[in-house]
Every structure is written in C-alpha cells, then in structure tokens.
C-alpha cells in the first residue's frame, strides 16, 4: 500500500474533524488534529493545557512552537503509521515549513493537501449550531467564531498558496451531505 500523508485543510467549521474519522478507517492513517490534542491537554489541567485554554477560548492561535512540539511527539511515537492525516495543522507558515522538515527527515513527505471549501455564512451557521448542543466553549459566541474565521483568513489561508506552489493543493468543496463531501475526498486522493 502506498503512503499517504494528507493535509486536511480548511476554515472552522469546514468538517476537517467529521472527515478525519472516515479517512482515517478507509485509508488506516493515523489522525492528529492540534485542537483535539489541546483540548486534551485543557481536560488533564497540564500546565500546557491551562496555558492554551485562555487563547483557545478568545479564538486566536496558539504560539507555533506549542502546536509543532506536539505534533512532532505524535510523529516520533509513530513510527510503524501507513501515513498522517493532519487537521488543523498547519495553520502558519512557520508550521507548514516546521512540517515540511520533520517529514522530510523521515523520508514521509506530505502527498496532498486537500482544502474544503465552504462559505463564511454556512461556516458560522455550522458552529454556533453545535455550540449550542456540545461543549465547546469556542463555539458558543459569534463573536469568537468569527475571530476564529478572521484568524483563518488571515495566518491560515496563505498555506494554500504554499502547497500549490509544491504542486499539493486539492480544492474540494465543502458544501453538501457528509458522505458527498466523503466521496469527494476519497476520489481526490484515490485519482
Ligand atoms: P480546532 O480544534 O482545529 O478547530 P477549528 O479548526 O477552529 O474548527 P473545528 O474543529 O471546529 O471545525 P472542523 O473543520 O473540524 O469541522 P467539524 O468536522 O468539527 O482548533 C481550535 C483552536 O485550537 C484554535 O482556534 C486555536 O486556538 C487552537 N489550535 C488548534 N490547532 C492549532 C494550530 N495548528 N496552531 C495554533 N493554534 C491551534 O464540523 C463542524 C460542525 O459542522 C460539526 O457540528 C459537524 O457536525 C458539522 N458538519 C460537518 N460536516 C457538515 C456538512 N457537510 N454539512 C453540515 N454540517 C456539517
Ligand atoms: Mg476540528
């Protein structure tokens, strides 16, 4: 089987998470979303998760050297893995280049970059939906969901002209039923 290492990209609220879960059962890579590992540290009380829990809660980003200290420990704790599936990160040149040397020590480097498109307005609609039902505290204020998006646009979205430049970027949109998002995805990185 080939390896596959796959950037799963796209603004808050794009379905990264929703779409790991089938990629990850389909193609068996291992999943490592940044915010799901610091939520994670915030629920054990770790010096770094009480750290994160005030930036995460206004909507900005954590500082870079966090987020790619993390996900080097996952890779390095992985070394049998078919490949990566990466949501959420990066979401800054500095960890899209931090990346980039990590996997290319290993011999791994990123396949594709699959970008999921979806409009601000259904964006916000999607997460103050779920803020309203689940717990996460980013989610409950338009306020902070928009900061989120702004944060997008601003640090994040750049990265597509990155891996365009290396020849990786798959825009798929991201409107529709999950599983036609899904089929979407498997065709991107199975053609
Ligand atoms: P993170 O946890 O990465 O959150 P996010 O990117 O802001 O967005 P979400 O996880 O909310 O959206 P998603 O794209 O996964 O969509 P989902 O599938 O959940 O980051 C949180 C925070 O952590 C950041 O703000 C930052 O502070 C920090 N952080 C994390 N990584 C970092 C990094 N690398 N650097 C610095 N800071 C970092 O779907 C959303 C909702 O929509 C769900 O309710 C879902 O059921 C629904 N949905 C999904 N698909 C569809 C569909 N097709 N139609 C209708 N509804 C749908
Ligand atoms: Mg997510």
Known sequence: M???????????????????????KRYGLVHLSTGDLLRAEIQAETPLGLQAQEVMSSGELV???VVVGMIKNRIDASPE??????????RTLAQAEALDNM?????KPISV??????????????????GATSGR?????EEVVRKRIAEY????????SYYEGQGKLRKIDGVGTIEDITRRLTKAIDG
């Open 113 to 130: 970059m699959l970008s999921l498109e979806v409009e601000e307005q259904e964006l916000v609609k999607r997460l103050l939906n779920r």
């Open 153 to 160: 646009r601003a640090k994040t979205e750049p990265l597509k």
């Open 103 to 107: 996997l290319q020590k290993i011999g």
């Open 2 to 24: 080939s390896k596959r290492n796959i950037v799963l990209f796209g603004p808050p609220g794009a379905g990264k998470g929703t779409q790991s879960a089938f990629l990850v």
């Open 63 to 65: 500082p870079d050297e």
């Open 137 to 141: 505290t980013d989610d409950r204020s």
């Open 81 to 90: 893995a078919q490949g990566f599936i990466f949501d959420g990160f990066p």
